[in-house]
């Protein structure tokens, strides 16, 4: 993907505000053209790309469905859903906590493998 120039670069070449460059960027997202990306940069969004914004939590809980996983089996580890999800290790831990909270995961203790425990409620929207 290709990454937009820094509010600071269009600020200096166009001679706008940062308020200005800012709310193009907004536009940008709001019409799903760019997307944030860390280190406050900007990117393009390739045209017909769709992307999930549900929360983590839910996402890594559709695993569980989509490999058809039962109850007491080994759930990937937080290593790996980071980069499958291209997030840090410590933002899936917090949503792996949830799932736990929830009752859809069992933990092992540190350095123990992750079970199913029970599989996730999905509501269906009409």
Same mark, same amino acid.
């Given at each position: ?7 600071? !670069?269009?600020?200096? !070449? ?8 800012? @709310? ?6 709001? !019409? ?6 860390? #280190? +406050? ?6 045209? +017909?790309? /769709?992307?999930?914004? *549900?929360?983590?939590?839910? @996402? ?11 109850? #007491?089996?080994?759930?990937? %580890?937080?290593? $790996?859903?980071?980069? /499958?999800? +291209?997030? %840090?290790?410590?933002? $899936? %831990? ?8 929830? #009752?859809?995961?069992? %933990?092992?203790?540190? +350095?123990? $493998? /992750?079970?199913? *425990?029970?599989?996730?409620? /999905?509501?269906?929207?009409?």
């Amino acid at each position: 993907m290709t990454v937009l120039p820094s509010a600071a !670069d269009l600020m200096s !070449d166009y001679k706008i505000s940062r308020g200005v460059a800012l @709310r193009a960027f907004e536009v940008l997202h709001k !019409d799903g053209v760019a997307e944030p990306v860390p #280190g +406050g940069r900007w990117r393009v969004i390739r045209a +017909g790309k /769709r992307t999930d914004r *549900r929360p983590l939590e839910e @996402r890594i809980a559709d695993i569980i469905a989509d490999e058809g996983m039962e109850a #007491g089996a080994a759930f990937p %580890s937080a290593s $790996v859903l980071a980069e /499958r999800f +291209g997030v %840090s290790r410590p933002t $899936v %831990s917090k949503a792996l906590d949830k799932l736990e909270a929830a #009752g859809v995961l069992a %933990s092992g203790g540190q +350095g123990k $493998v /992750r079970t199913v *425990r029970a599989l996730p409620i /999905r509501e269906e929207c009409s």
